[in-house]
């Protein structure tokens, strides 16, 4: 069965090929799915000053506005200004008033992904799949609609205060949703110049000890996931802390959602700091994918952005430079940017990831470029575990 692009991939003229490569995109029979997803919709955020924040991604990580919702346009809530790059679409939320869910969901967890959208071919079949299994049904399947025609949409709950909508749009030609404005920024930019990312990998669930299985279970059972990696014991563990991780996955793999759960060590691990800090289950980074993650890293330390930091020592280490063979840039490329590399035996990839992009030390950016490799760098966890704990210890938190 021929693969479905996305809306946000045909705005952003990405063809089957590129997702191949960018995200590791697989053939998959959709009907065969109780639960069909085509792929991401939105990463809906909520923030402390969505107008700041919507200026921070456009500046620093080089998105574009392109919708917005106020109270200019009759939301007296909240302001909501969607960005974008590539096919990755934010959505940022600011509270408005004063009793506004957005504030409310800001005070407890600060800077956040609320909900994680998901395009669906059939938001019914989809709402029925989920109240069969259980699932926790938060919007029931209904339409919105304005001149620009009609989106179908639902929501259902997942991990802590996290949703999934699910939306099918594929009756509307509007800027994002019906209530949101058509929007563009005086920001000035080289038209020449590709996106700094140009596709969403995965997205990362921190849950408390003892209820990854749970939600790994609720992601096959209600939407016919499956099992993509798991990592436990000594594969994401260093000599003072540890976690366990299972990835499950949609049947194009198009959508990845790796989980986490905290796991018995010598000291705190970077798990139990975000539930800490985050109050609770939530999404603690996103994957971006990029075609050259060496203009990437260059454009964004240009415009401020700290990744972690790697030691010299991953880089000249004997036993990594046999394993990961040759890769498109001399190592030395990479490590002038501190950027990791894993191979396996599907291929290689290339990886870095940024420090907390919010005051509390919750969610971060992944960078990944894919050269055939499906994984996430399995090779490179206690390098980066260690990375983390370093900036723990500086914060106080380890």
């Known amino acids: 069965m021929t693969l479905d692009l996305t809306d946000a991939e045909r705005l952003a003229h990405l063809d089957l090929d590129q997702l191949r490569q960018l995200v590791g995109l697989v053939e998959h029979d959709a009907t065969t799915d109780p639960f069909p997803v085509t792929g991401w919709d939105a990463l809906v955020w909520d923030v402390g000053n969505a107008t700041q924040s919507a200026h921070f991604f456009m500046s620093a990580y080089g998105m574009d506005l392109v919708a917005y919702s106020g109270p200019e346009t009759g939301n007296r809530d909240h302001k909501a200004y969607v960005v974008a790059s590539g096919a990755v679409r934010f959505v940022l939320r600011g509270g408005v008033a004063p009793d506004s869910p957005v504030m409310d969901h800001h005070r407890l967890h600060g800077d956040g992904v609320v909900d994680v959208a998901l395009e669906v071919p059939d938001v019914d079949a989809c709402v029925r799949q989920a109240r ?83 939600w790994v279970d609720f992601y096959r059972r209600v939407m016919g996931f499956t099992n993509m990696a798991e990592f436990v014991g000594d594969d994401i563990a260093t000599e003072y802390s540890a976690l366990m991780s299972k990835v499950v996955a949609s049947g194009n793999h198009r959508v990845k959602f790796p989980l986490n759960e905290p796991a018995i060590a010598k000291k705190k691990s970077q798990i139990d700091e975000y539930l800490e800090f985050y109050r609770g289950p939530g999404v603690q980074h996103l994957a971006l994918a990029t075609a050259d993650i060496l203009q990437t890293v260059d454009r964004l330390r240009d415009a401020g952005i700290e990744f972690l930091d790697t030691p010299d020592s991953y880089y000249t280490d004997p036993a990594l430079r046999e394993r990961i063979g040759e890769v498109r840039v001399p190592i030395e490329e990479l490590q002038r940017r501190g950027i990791l590399v894993d191979r396996d035996e599907d291929g290689y990839l290339l990886q870095i990831f940024t420090k907390p992009i919010g005051d509390r030390p919750t969610v971060f950016f992944e960078l990944i470029e894919r050269h055939g490799s499906l994984g996430f760098g399995k090779g490179n966890f206690q390098a980066l575990f260690e990375a983390i704990e370093r900036e723990q210890a500086r914060r106080g938190n380890f």
Not at 174 to 183: D, E, I, N, S
Request: hydrophobic share 35%; glycine share 8%.
């Open 132 to 214: 069969e299994q259980g699932a926790t049904i938060l919007q029931e399947a209904h339409d919105v609609t304005d001149e620009h025609g009609t989106v179908r949409m639902a929501a259902i709950a997942a991990y802590g205060d996290t949703r999934h909508s699910l939306v099918d749009r594929s009756r509307y030609s509007g800027p994002y949703l019906p209530g949101f404005v058509a929007r563009s920024s005086t920001m000035r930019r080289d038209p020449d110049a590709t996106p700094v990312f140009q596709a969403l990998d995965h997205v990362v669930g921190n849950v408390e000890l003892g209820r990854m299985d749970e």
